[in-house]
Each structure stands twice: as structure tokens, then as C-alpha cells.
């Protein structure tokens, strides 16, 4: 990847805020990189949690963000009504697929099931090659550290080369991130073992 390849970033997170405030810390840090860096953010389109956090963020530095939201959070009233670009869209589905055909890379921050799900999902496609787009976790308070520790046990139990253990950059610093986001290079070991 190029400095300029990345146009635009997906975020996964929390519709939550968390235990600290570190998270939303994080998650403006991210918001406010992105948008000074002239990266569109896309993300899921609510106001609530860090995803919120970030978007608002990223509009602050003057950036751009694109939502994307499910007909039934809309109807709930969770839209994002500051957003540069807003999509209403029907399933959770149709969400993460609308959301990973815009993004040219992909950043977790600390999140619940549904943050896990979007980061599993995006990661695989990379492995199995349908897609080559970076991935990164913002680990703001080492939050990911259990699940790392989990993805090294893969590699030791053997259902995970040890290259695609490293093939998505972690950082709690976003702009360490970014770079490390932007100098990405694609793992090409076959998943295989």
C-alpha cells in the first residue's frame, strides 16, 4: 500500500462507550487522524458509543464521513444527522457488505460482538483472497490483548499460520496505526497447513 492508496477506512466499534473514558479517547484520536489526514471515514451511521465518538471526530478535523445504517436503527432514531453522506440500507448484511465495498482499509476499536463479527469477517476475506484491504485494531487500553493471546493459541494448536497471525497491524497509537495501515503488505502464505 501506498501513503495515498487508502482514501477511505472503515471503523468497527463499540455502540458503547466502555469502562474508560480511554476508548472514546481513542476513538477521537482515530476520528480526528482520519479527518486531518483526508481519509473518509465509513462506519456503521449512529450517534451512539465510540462510533459516534469517531464520527464526530473526524467531522471536527474536517473530514468526511459516510454511515451506514440498518432501516431499523434508523427507524429508532440512531442516525447520525451531521454526516457528509448517509445510507439506509436493509439488513445488518447489507450493511458490513456496503461497508467493506467502500473502505479501502478497515480499523477495530474496542467493541462488542458485532465489532468482533465485522473484523473476523474482513480479516478472513484477506485471507482467502477476495479482497486486499490492511486491517488494523486501534488497541486503545490493551483491549485486544485476550483476543490476541487467543489468535496465538491458533498458531500453536496449528489452525492458523503464524504469517496471518501478523498480517493485521495493532497499535493504540491512530497514527501509528495509519502508517503502519499504509505501508501494509499483503501475506501471501496459503492458509493451509
Known amino acids: ?5 487508502i482514501k477511505s477506512i472503515a471503523v468497527f ?4 462507550y466502555g469502562v474508560s473514558e480511554a476508548f472514546a479517547d481513542g476513538a477521537r484520536a482515530l476520528g480526528h487522524t482520519l479527518g486531518k489526514a483526508g481519509i473518509d471515514v465509513v462506519y456503521g451511521g449512529t450517534t451512539k458509543g465510540l462510533m459516534g465518538v469517531v464520527a464526530d471526530a473526524a467531522l471536527a478535523a474536517g473530514g468526511k464521513v459516510h454511515g451506514v445504517i440498518t432501516e431499523s436503527l434508523h427507524q429508532r432514531g440512531h442516525s447520525h444527522s451531521g454526516l457528509s453522506q448517509h445510507e439506509i440500507v436493509p439488513t445488518l448484511r447489507s450493511r458490513k457488505e456496503r461497508m467493506i465495498e467502500l473502505a479501502d482499509a478497515f480499523i477495530a476499536l474496542p467493541g462488542g460482538i458485532g465489532t468482533i463479527e465485522e473484523l473476523m469477517e ?3 476475506m ?11 485494531l486501534l488497541n486503545s487500553c490493551n483491549f485486544f490483548a485476550a483476543l490476541l ?13 503464524s504469517a496471518h497471525r501478523y498480517s493485521i497491524s495493532v497499535d493504540a497509537d491512530a497514527e501509528v496505526l495509519l502508517d503502519k495501515l499504509r505501508s501494509h503488505t499483503r501475506v501471501d502464505v496459503p492458509k493451509w497447513l
Not at 466499534?13 to 458503547?16: K, L, V
Not at 484477506?126 to 488494523?136: H, M, S, T
Not at 493471546?149 to 499460520?161: A, C, S, T
Open 149 to 161: 493471546e487467543f489468535i496465538d493459541h491458533m498458531v500453536d494448536m496449528r489452525f492458523l499460520p
Open 13 to 16: 466499534c463499540g455502540s458503547n
Open 1 to 5: 500500500m501506498s501513503k495515498d492508496s
Open 126 to 136: 484477506n485471507q482467502l483472497a477476495e479482497i486486499d484491504k490492511p486491517v488494523g
Open 122 to 124: 474482513v480479516w478472513t
